[in-house]
């Protein structure tokens, strides 16, 4: 009764969700704090004022929300922990999960700043980043030749290369971790292939610079999609947005999930060329002509108008990052440098599967994988400084 694709399909494994007991989750990447309070009040007010919207299809380009994520990203330069706030009297610019934050502005550092002005046409919007990335598979990449990947990396990318029967080529890392540049290009040329890898890197932590993509960027073929997943530039990478001015091949994909402290809302976008967008938004008519629904466009228009409260939560988990980088190298563990909302980590003697047990005994769930090669690493997710502390209390004897 099957059909022949289903022997290709080898499912994504997601974080744990547990049912039986009220864990500290910290494996799953998700954002510790709320969203911003513009989000709840924009969402009570649609689902106040316009509840007959819920029975009618929403806008199926998602045209504000294009527009709204457009100008964050002029706004910001495409990574919020570095982003500049001028913060207008009375607001408290430390202040994340209560009240409002008034922003005069927020400017892109130095280091972020885009030459160009990102325009709606060059955005495409989806049911979070794994359809966006669905739909690129799709558009882009052939069952006639590999696609280059690393070899550790976001685990969805070989998941679609089964569904659409695309074979892939596994690069491996470099020994501090990082992806090989080099590598990938000269697999990508012998077979005249596109690439995805995300940047930075998961479930490393460890980013390429903007520099050194460019660089892959000239030497890759360039009539192939060139795909970087910056799912977690937001919290230290460098984006690569700059770039499109220069590479049409260039295909950047981003969500709402991390920086955003959007999991729940599913929401994710590619920021390429108007050709890309076009290209993938055939996929989705092809599929589905409203991916995305009216509620999370209203709570995703907000989230970009409230920038400077996401800044705020995206320097908070980098400073928390931090600080327990330190802890964990001062308790001996190999920490792997992070530009992410997460650490990757592992410690001489201890397995992954015991320090997951005896983490989960203590009521926190971290990740672990079993990947050959990385099975005695933990990925665990920064969360609010008492959920840090508590870890730090359940890993000090570890």
Not at 264 to 275: H, K, L, N, T
Not at 319 to 345: H, M
Not at 346 to 375: M, N
């Amino acid at each position: 009764m099957l059909s022949k694709r289903m022997s290709f399909l080898h499912p994504y494994v997601p974080g744990e969700q547990p049912k039986d007991r009220d864990y500290i989750k910290l494996n799953a990447n998700e954002n510790p704090y709320p969203p911003s309070p513009e989000v709840t009040a924009a969402v009570n007010k649609f689902l106040s004022e316009n509840p007959e919207k819920l029975g009618l299809y929403p806008d199926p380009d998602s045209g504000d929300l294009r527009a709204e994520i457009a100008a964050m990203i002029n706004k910001t330069g495409g990574v919020l922990s570095r982003t500049l706030t001028s913060f207008s009297s009375g607001s408290d610019e430390h202040s994340i999960g209560a009240g409002s934050i008034e922003c005069a502005s927020c400017v892109p550092s130095e280091k972020d700043k885009i030459p160009f002005t990102v325009f709606p046409d060059m955005i495409y919007t989806g049911n979070g980043s794994d359809e966006v990335l669905s739909f690129i598979f799709f558009a882009f990449f052939d069952e006639d030749r590999p696609l280059i990947v690393p070899k550790f990396s976001y685990s969805f990318y070989p998941v679609y290369c089964g569904f659409y029967n695309i074979p892939f080529c596994p690069v491996p890392l470099k020994k501090d971790w990082s992806v090989d540049g080099e590598k990938m290009v000269f697999e990508a040329n012998k077979t005249n292939s596109g690439m995805i890898f995300a940047n930075p890197n998961a479930p490393t932590g460890i980013g390429l610079p903007r520099s050194l993509i460019r660089q892959m960027l000239l030497a890759a073929p360039k009539d192939k999609a060139f795909v970087v997943d910056e799912a977690y530039a937001d919290f230290g990478g460098e984006s690569c947005i700059p770039l499109l001015q220069e590479f049409k091949n260039l295909i950047i994909v981003r969500t709402f999930s991390k920086s955003l402290c959007g999991a729940g809302m599913r929401s994710g976008y590619i920021v390429a060329s108007p050709e890309v967008v076009r290209a993938v938004t055939t996929v989705k008519n092809s599929l589905n002509h409203f991916p995305v629904d009216a509620v999370t466009q209203v709570a995703c228009r907000a989230a970009c108008r409230s920038a400077a409260y996401y800044v705020n939560c995206a320097k908070a988990l980098v400073e928390e990052r931090e600080k327990f980088t330190r802890f964990l190298q001062d308790c001996g563990w190999e920490v792997l440098p992070s530009q992410t909302n997460f650490v990757f980590a592992k410690k001489s003697g201890v397995s992954g599967q015991e320090a997951y047990r005896k983490i989960k005994e203590d009521g926190i769930l971290v990740r672990i994988f079993s990947t050959p090669g990385i099975e005695d690493f933990l990925r665990i997710s920064i969360g609010t400084p008492a959920q840090m502390l508590a870890l730090q209390r359940s890993m000090e004897d570890l």
